[in-house]
């Protein structure tokens, strides 16, 4: 059997929400999905939040071209190692400066130290004003995550 996954994280990957910001929302977060399983993660070093088999490709954000795949694992793979994810580097197509979480996904996947997630929430697409309302909550703009595997 699959597992889908609503998952919330801060536009700015480095930022996390006050503690009392991020009960409020798992709250907030279980009444608008009362069937998930609800959890709020808070990590040391930045992760990286994908979307499972909902992936289909990376573009660049300036130009619209498409990035390898190639590319891309190789950038993750020295910026996690040097642990300096997250560097402005040039994208392979126009050499706009980007970070790896500045890249269009497609389906979204980001980066971060914080994450509100819905484990098979039976809700489809979050809505606008949920989104919005979770947003005021923990004070901060965010990316919604829809990972299946």
């Given at each position: 059997m699959?597992?889908n996954?609503?998952?919330?994280i801060?536009?700015n990957?480095r930022?996390v929400?006050?503690k009392e910001?991020?009960d409020?929302?798992?709250?907030r977060?279980?009444?608008?999905?009362p069937?998930?399983?609800?959890?709020?993660?808070?990590?040391?070093?930045?992760?990286?939040?994908?979307?499972?088999?909902?992936?289909?490709?990376?573009?660049?954000p300036?130009?619209?071209?498409?990035?390898s795949?190639?590319w891309?694992?190789?950038?993750m793979d020295?910026?996690?190692d040097?642990?300096?994810?997250l560097?402005?580097k040039?994208?392979?197509?126009?050499g706009?400066?980007?970070t790896?979480?500045?890249?269009?996904?497609e389906?979204?996947?980001?980066?971060?130290?914080f994450?509100l997630?819905?484990?098979n929430?039976?809700?489809?697409?979050?809505?606008?004003?949920d989104?919005a309302e979770?947003?005021?909550?923990?004070?901060?703009?965010?990316?919604?995550?829809?990972?299946?595997y």
């Amino acid at each position: 059997m699959s597992d889908n996954w609503i998952v919330l994280i801060p536009e700015n990957p480095r930022h996390v929400p006050e503690k009392e910001r991020q009960d409020f929302a798992r709250i907030r977060f279980q009444e608008i999905c009362p069937d998930a399983v609800i959890e709020v993660k808070v990590f040391e070093e930045i992760q990286f939040f994908d979307c499972g088999s909902n992936f289909e490709r990376i573009v660049c954000p300036v130009c619209a071209s498409e990035i390898s795949m190639d590319w891309w694992q190789d950038l993750m793979d020295k910026e996690f190692d040097a642990l300096c994810p997250l560097e402005k580097k040039p994208t392979p197509c126009c050499g706009a400066m980007h970070t790896l979480h500045e890249l269009r996904y497609e389906w979204p996947q980001g980066f971060g130290r914080f994450s509100l997630e819905a484990m098979n929430p039976n809700t489809g697409l979050l809505e606008d004003g949920d989104k919005a309302e979770l947003e005021k909550i923990l004070g901060c703009s965010l990316r919604v995550i829809y990972s299946h595997y």
